[in-house]
């Protein structure tokens, strides 16, 4: 019986890549990094399959607007981020087309997009779709990029965020060092990709300091004022109860701040408090909060600079681009109370 032909799942396979990945170095299209590219060919080659046919000429850019999708309200966080985004777009002489609010978020909308004749490309910011569904997306060779992806992403779909773990880490090694071990964490949702990663830096801080984690100060919960206060008054009931808490994000600290203040307890004489984005409300509470700062215009200014190279069907070798984060120290943090419970 004769052997079957290898196929393109069957390169994809071999190499460890996406079948997209595959058909993008076949079709000399952009979206995959040099190294990549070359793993590809010689897993062809070694297939015994034609050789990518570089093609003539220089490819045409992809014309059409930027599709920014942001199924949340556009507040101090994802409006800074969209605002940035849109005024990239517009110096590269290109229109957005905005789909935001939280009403958006069950619209079906990465169905229709790569057969849009008025769009070239997307910004997608914290998707909540699944990640297969955005692997279908790139499988039809649709250019876009991810901004803080909610879930791991597939290595071949370029992506921008913050440096979470290393913020996080430093933001514990500041309280350790202030003598802090009864460390309570307010973190995100256990499926955000940016909520594991945070609770990974905080893991590392407390292993330098040589102390072990614990699962019991930890609470999940989304990121809203509303819901740091509940996290934080079940933590601040706990016995003993931690020194210090550290919040996924600056609103979800606010609402530690009510929970410390209905406590009686003095922020930070007998409780520090620490959030995350530095935010403007960062600086409008007393005490100001102590943050790790977020580059956020810079991820949305990052993601157009992306997706443009994609669009005008130049490589680009980063995918991946994790953007530094900056420990902001105020006045919510202080040395750990020697009395607690």
């Known amino acids: 019986m004769p052997r079957a032909r290898p196929t393109m799942r069957d390169v994809a396979a071999a190499a460890g890549v996406s079948l997209a990945t595959v058909s993008r170095v076949v079709n000399q299209l952009s979206g995959v990094t040099p190294e990549t590219r070359r793993l590809v060919e010689r897993t062809i080659e070694e297939f015994g399959l034609p050789a990518p046919k570089p093609r003539g000429g220089t490819p045409k850019p992809v014309e059409g607007a930027v599709y920014v999708r942001c199924p949340y309200v556009l507040t101090d966080y994802f409006g800074l981020i969209v605002s940035s985004i849109a005024e990239a ?96 964490v307010i973190a995100g949702p256990r499926e955000w990709l940016a909520a594991d990663a945070r609770l990974s830096g905080h893991a590392a801080a407390l292993a330098d300091a040589g102390i072990l984690p614990d699962a019991s100060l930890v609470r999940h919960d989304q990121p809203t004022t509303v819901h740091g206060y509940r996290a934080a ?90 953007l530094a984060t900056e420990l902001i120290v105020r006045g919510s943090t202080g040395p750990a109370s020697t009395i607690a419970g």
Do not use: C, W, Y
């Open 89 to 184: 777009v517009d110096r590269h002489g290109r229109q957005v087309i905005l789909n935001a609010g939280e009403a958006t978020q069950d619209d079906p909308v990465l169905r229709g997009l790569a057969s849009r004749r008025d769009v070239g490309g997307a910004v997608l910011i914290l998707p909540p779709e699944s990640s297969e569904d955005l692997v279908r997306l790139s499988s039809r060779r649709f250019p876009f990029v991810v901004v803080d992806p909610r879930t791991a992403l597939p290595r071949d779909i370029p992506s921008v965020s913050a440096a979470h773990h290393s913020g996080a880490r430093q933001l514990t090694s500041h309280l350790t060092a202030l003598g802090h071990t009864r460390i309570g």
């Open 233 to 322: 008054v079940s933590l601040l009931d706990l016995e003993p109860r931690p020194t210090a808490l550290v919040a996924f994000n600056d609103k979800a600290a606010i609402g530690a701040l009510q929970a410390a203040t209905e406590r009686g307890l003095s922020v930070p004489r007998d409780l520090s408090i620490a959030g995350f984005d530095d935010l403007d409300l960062s600086r409008a509470t007393t005490p100001q909060l102590t943050t790790v700062r977020q580059p956020l215009q810079e991820m949305g200014r990052m993601a157009v600079s992306l997706l443009t190279r994609l669009l005008d069907r130049h490589e680009v070798e980063a995918l991946h681009v994790e």
